[in-house]
């Protein structure tokens, strides 16, 4: 079988399309045949050991996959061959074989195909658990999402809308904030490139206050991090809670007397955290997805769809932030 791998730390250009012998499951296990494999953020930081989770090497990055089991492995119960799944897998899906703990896959419904099953669970799973259990989202109340036409931030404007929140999409381009306009967003405004200096920084946010209106934002998802984190606190509710996701635009430095004097929360989402202390209320979340999705109130959107051969090209382009949506790497199908 064929797999992309990360034989050294470095970017996309270092990943190596490899020949390597069949996996076979064990106990507890899976073989699937992968047939499309969703790329992350944590797919640009795996490779270059910046993540919290560093598999030995050489590894396969892609942590989240579609496909249909080849082989079910001994104690399994409830899958056959030629059954199709999700999973979230950390990492290994840039392959065209792998092995996944049978306790991972879900179902993946009929009508539903390949590279939209792939592109769920990692970004919805995540929104969900952060507006629901760490943002406490409340019908009627308003909801700023940085990074709005990113995976987590897409996903958010949609579960947001879902929770019938009203919600304000901030981006970086107006190609971007159509795209989180047609997502159901209320409002979409488009934020300037930083670092910023002082004046920029209290113009950002008087950009963001202006669009939450002078209630403030209930909620704020911050996937992007770096100086617009700061801009997007000024901007809260009394009493709002603000939401660390990410950090693309670089590890953020709040300063704690704005908490104090918004009396707000700044939480932490952790979804694969979240998911090993909590599976049962995770498998309630996906199962709510999954009702969401049938009822078309949430649907991955994919932008474009690599080879197995080009997956350094789809992670390089969620580096540098030209993704709209998810990006997905299919193994049967050409580039589109």
Known sequence: ?????SHEPGGPETLRLTELPDPRPGRGELLVRVRACAINYPDVLIIEDKYQLK????????????????EVGEGVGGWTAGD??????????????????????????????????????????????ALRDRGRLQPG???????????????????????????????????????????????????????????GQKALA???????????ADVIVDPVGGDYSEAAL???????????????????????????????DVCGVFWGGFVARDPQRNAAHVEQLFRWWSEGKIAPKISKTYPLERGGEAIAALRDRKAIGKLVVTLDSPVS
Request: glycine content about 14%; proline content about 7%; charged content about 15%.
């Open 141 to 199: 109340q308003t909801l700023l999402v940085l990074g709005a036409s990113g995976g987590v931030g897409m996903a958010s404007v949609e579960i947001g809308k879902a929770l019938s929140a009203r919600v304000i999409a901030a981006v970086s381009g107006q190609e971007k904030a159509a795209a989180a306009l047609a997502a159901g967003a209320d409002v979409a405004i488009v934020y300037p490139s930083g670092s910023f200096e002082k004046d």
């Open 206 to 216: 008087q950009l963001f206050k202006d669009a939450v209106g002078p209630g403030g």
């Open 1 to 5: 079988m064929r797999a992309l791998l």
């Open 55 to 70: 598999p030995p090497r050489p590894f396969a990055p892609g942590s989240e996959i579609a496909g249909e089991i080849i």
């Open 234 to 264: 000024r901007s809260i509710a009394w009493g709002g809670r603000f939401l660390v996701v990410g950090f693309p635009a670089g590890i953020a430095r709040l300063p704690l007397n704005l908490t104090l004097l918004k009396s707000c």
């Open 84 to 129: 199709r799944l999700i999973a979230a897998t950390g990492f290994g899906g840039l392959a065209e074989k792998m092995v996944i703990p049978a306790d991972r896959a879900i179902p993946l419904p009929p009508e539903r195909g390949f590279a939209e099953g792939s592109a769920l669970l990692l970004t919805y799973a995540t929104a969900i658990h």
